[in-house]
């Protein structure tokens, strides 16, 4: 701890010496000027030295980032702002930080190979077509190493996704209150305002993760008349999916792609043969169109509620997959992802710029680890 605290204060003392981009960094986390604490403090995250001598004395940790939408116009939900997606990633490449594909992650972490730096990653799930036009790009351009997880089914064109049907209908529905029934489960539903709507499309989604998978259509339909919008009708513009052709080009630029499963229901919900279909369909399918899909699986939503450790089993039997990534938030070591590859924690990207700098960082691994 000793030589801990000589290196931050060794790098404290040279704030001064900052350069151009670090100086931009600071003025955009602590706009109304900063004080010296905060300012060592800062300086102890960003420090290329703190941060590599961290990596050792800490173990070699990778932060791996999730990210979904780009921020849509209407706000109907929360998305990526793509300048703030390419600041963050102009900071870590001043602060020395390693780029590597999830696959790369995994396949070093299983082989004992040490990085040099600090490592982030770069994920997507879902597969629509405005995460290619908006935020893959901007990945590719600084050679991020990008990983896209898609919803097989959705972009084959045989049907959207049950979350985003609700996503969808909850935004756009023209009522204001609604009392809805489904299963003895009463629901007051409030669509006055977009914060309540965001309330509401939360609450639906909840408990359509509990649900099998035959009663899950029955709810989504009869929500959907419910709110008066059309149960069979085609995805809005604003969910319009990404193609394979579309996803091939992205893929001869530097894209990986790798499974998210085929419909986007959570495998708590479904039996292990369900299970199994989904898997193995998805994964010939991404086969069949590109050219070298992912061997890492991403598990529709992901969090803990979603999945357990027997469907971990059911990924790891396929015999193709190394490792699968879920929704739980966390900085992760290499030694933890060689003990449980197919339990590899993700962060979902920040909504500001100071909240990356301190997810990247080796105080984020260590307070995870807490």
């Known amino acids: 701890m000793g030589a801990i605290l ?21 003025a955009r986390v602590y706009p109304g000027g900063f004080d010296p604490m905060s ?14 001598l961290m990596n050792i004395m800490v173990g ?10 780009p921020r849509p116009r209407d706000g109907a939900y929360e998305g990526v702002s793509p300048e703030l997606l390419e600041e963050c ?12 594909s999830i696959d790369e992650v995994i396949e070093k972490a299983r082989n004992k190979q ?30 991020c190493k990008p990983t896209l997880f898609t919803i097989v089914d959705m972009v084959d064109g045989i049907d959207w996704p049950w979350d985003s049907k609700i996503s969808a209908a909850v935004w756009n529905t023209p ?24 309330a509401s499309r939360r609450q639906l989604t909840r408990f359509g993760k509990s649900l099998p998978a035959a009663q899950l259509e029955q709810y989504v339909t009869a929500l959907l008349s419910a709110l008066d919008v059309e149960p069979h009708g085609p995805a809005p513009a604003e969910y319009k999916p990404s193609t394979w052709d579309s996803l091939r080009k992205a893929e001869q630029a530097g894209l990986r792609i790798g499974s998210h499963a085929c419909s986007h229901r959570v ?16 994964q010939a399918v991404l086969a069949r169109e590109l050219v070298n899909p992912s061997r890492v699986f991403c598990y529709p939503s992901g969090t803990l509620n979603d999945f357990s450790l027997h469907h971990t089993q059911l990924v790891k039997d396929t015999q193709f997959f190394i490792g699968a990534v879920t929704s739980m938030p966390g900085n992760i070591s290499q030694q933890q992802i060689a003990q449980q590859p197919f339990l590899v ?26």
């Open 175 to 198: 009522q204001k209150q609604l009392a809805f029934d489904f299963n003895n489960h009463a629901f007051a539903l409030d669509f006055s305002e977009p914060h309540a709507r965001r």
């Open 6 to 26: 000589l290196h931050i204060n060794s790098a404290a003392s040279a704030c001064m010496k900052m350069s151009a981009i670090h100086r931009a960094c600071w």
């Open 114 to 143: 040490k990085p040099d730096r600090p490592t982030l990653c770069f994920t997507l799930d879902d597969g629509y077509e405005d995460q290619l036009e908006q935020l893959v790009p901007i990945l590719l351009k600084h050679q």
């Open 39 to 52: 300012r060592f403090f800062y300086r102890a995250l960003a420090s290329k030295r703190i941060a590599a």
């Open 60 to 69: 070699h940790y990778a932060t791996i980032y999730m990210i979904h939408r």
């Open 267 to 282: 495998f708590a919900a479904l039996s292990d043969a369900q299970i199994q279909q989904e898997l193995q369909r998805a």
């Open 89 to 100: 990633i102009v900071y870590a490449k001043a602060a020395g930080f390693e780029f590597a």
């Open 345 to 370: 924690k993700r962060h979902s990207f920040p909504a500001s710029f100071d909240k990356f700098v301190r997810y990247s960082s080796w105080l984020e691994y260590i307070r995870s680890r807490i």
